[in-house]
């Protein structure tokens, strides 16, 4: 039996409970036990942590990361990734099915739930695929899926584009409780893409990937949405022309939510500069307009998460020529000061950061955390919102380097991570 931990005098962040004051947290047999507000908990016989300078928040979660678990594990696996989540403050991740075979069958959902059990890191919740093999065509069980222990279901890396196939995933999803999450892009506007299409791409003689490839999707899902009455979520949202569509599609009091990654708030397509790879994602860094109307969106309340879309590459695919790079960005361990830096520049709530990086995910998501209730899982984060530091990604836990924020000055260090009241990362 893990041995009590005690988190005294600190600063207890709870959006859930509306609550944001100084008090004692008292963790035991994987639960929270108490909150105590007049912070007098003894800590007799249990691990003491004092955090009298430090914010207490439910464990961070993640609902968006690729691992490459099965089929790519040297550009990362079930342990380098778990270890990178719990060293960025998440408790809980949500990893994607686009593997190398895709996830698609239960025997794999049960494999890498087990697996990941024995690693000292984050909380492994696994998605699986919409449809076999991501090819958009023929839904995977949903129900032997959900039974195995999947928490969503997406062909993420691919978008569904026959509305009949997806409108069956919305009402199959639905019944058997698996939130859908879609990858909204419809690919063939502009299949060699290499950057938001504009002013940047041309100078720099490269592809471009116009807004309307993600906006085009967006509108296609929403009028599903309008349709079936079931919900949605959109991933990695990073253009106004979508922003807009959810915004009034939730306006309208449909089911939709969506996400976007730090990435996209803090960078533009003008920072690929001289052709840097590890600026190259997909969706793709684009204009400031969009950087502002998403940063708006997030202080409205339109965009519900920030996840990472955390996709290691090694070397091998990314220190090669930009056209033959491969996409993504590792985001694991710089979401959080990234996040707080946001809030800093929006004047947003320390809520906010908690409801944007736990609360709204575990909703999303279905799952007990997100919350430091008595008696929901004893799932923590424990941060020093003002310790400053320069981002060395060689220091990174994850197998991968590809990070666009090296050397970064970042504020914001993670002090303890805390899953089933177990201490799995200490800063």
Not at 220 to 225: A, F, G, K, N, P
Not at 390 to 401: A, E, N, P, Q
Request: charged content about 25%.
């Amino acid at each position: 039996m893990t041995k009590p931990i005690l988190i005294k005098n600190g600063r207890l962040i709870d959006p859930a409970q509306d609550f944001d004051a100084r008090a004692d947290l008292l963790l035991e047999d994987g639960l929270v036990s108490a909150v105590d507000p007049t912070c007098s908990l003894s800590g007799e016989g249990k691990t003491l942590i004092e955090a009298k300078d430090f914010w207490v928040l439910p464990g961070l979660i993640d609902m968006h990361v690729h691992l490459r678990d099965p089929g790519h594990e040297y550009k990362e696996d079930l342990h380098s990734g778990l270890m990178a989540a719990a060293a960025g403050g998440f408790t809980t991740v949500l990893a994607m099915p686009n593997t190398s075979p895709p996830v698609d069958q239960a025997a794999q959902i049960r494999s890498l739930l087990s697996r990941a059990k024995t690693i000292p890191g984050a909380r492994l919740c696994q998605s699986a695929a919409m449809t076999r093999g991501l090819n958009g065509q023929e839904l995977t069980e949903y129900e032997d899926l959900k039974n195995a222990g999947a928490s969503a279901v997406t062909d993420d890396g691919r978008w569904i584009p026959d509305a009949a196939v997806m409108r069956r995933v919305l009402g199959y999803a639905h019944v058997c409780g698996l939130p859908p999450l879609s990858h909204a892009q419809e690919a063939t506007l502009a299949p060699k893409g290499q950057i938001h299409e504009g002013r940047v791409s041309t100078r720099l003689g490269l592809a471009g990937i116009p807004a309307e490839v993600e906006s085009m999707a967006v509108y296609r899902d929403i009028s599903l949405v309008r349709l079936t009455g079931k919900r949605l979520h959109i991933c990695h949202v990073s253009s106004r022309l979508s922003l807009d569509l959810i915004r009034r599609a939730k306006a309208e009091g449909l089911p939709v939510t969506c996400e976007t990654a730090p990435h996209y708030l803090f960078l533009t397509d003008e920072d690929v500069g001289q052709y840097d790879v590890n600026r190259k994602m997909n969706p793709p860094l684009r204009t400031a307009a969009d950087q502002e109307s998403l940063r708006q969106g997030i202080a409205e309340g339109v965009i519900d998460v920030v996840a990472t879309d955390h996709a290691p590459h090694s070397v091998l695919e990314k220190e090669v020529e930009f056209m033959d790079a491969a996409f993504g960005v590792i985001g694991l361990e710089t979401a959080l000061p990234l996040t707080l830096r946001l809030a800093e520049e929006l004047q947003l709530s320390p809520k906010k950061v908690a409801e944007l990086l736990s609360l709204k995910p575990a909703q999303i998501l279905g799952l007990p955390g997100g919350t430091l209730l008595k008696g929901r899982p004893a799932d923590v984060t424990v941060i020093d919102p003002q310790a400053e530091y320069v981002y060395d990604v060689k220091t990174s836990k994850s197998k991968s380097r590809n990070s666009p924020f090296d050397g970064w000055k970042l504020k914001g260090q993670i002090v303890k991570t805390i899953v089933d009241g177990t201490i799995v990362f200490e800063g």
